[in-house]
């Protein structure tokens, strides 16, 4: 039993190991495709005039409702 739980963590180690090193060697050669690029000053946007925005107030809830509906429904029996 116990070299099965062994087996088990180092597959598991193993695996995790991999995954990470190939995520790294992806990483590793995408950076060296890529000539780093020099940070450029963005020109600022002229200054414009402020926008302003209309809003509605929350409406209140209802304090009071009106009394439910009543319906009612026709004998369905056919013959």
């Not at 116990?2 to 963590?9: H, P, Q, T």
Request: positive net charge.
């Amino acid at each position: 039993m116990f070299i099965g739980i062994l087996y088990l963590f180092l597959t598991f180690l193993v695996c995790f190991i991999l995954v990470h090193l190939i995520k790294l060697i992806y990483l590793g050669i995408n950076s060296l495709k890529k000539p780093k690029e020099t940070p450029q000053e963005k020109p600022t946007p002229p200054k414009t005039e402020p926008v302003y925005y209309i809003v509605e107030k929350k409406r209140a809830r209802k304090a009071n409702y009106s009394k439910p509906k009543e319906i009612q429904f026709k004998n369905g029996q056919s013959s």
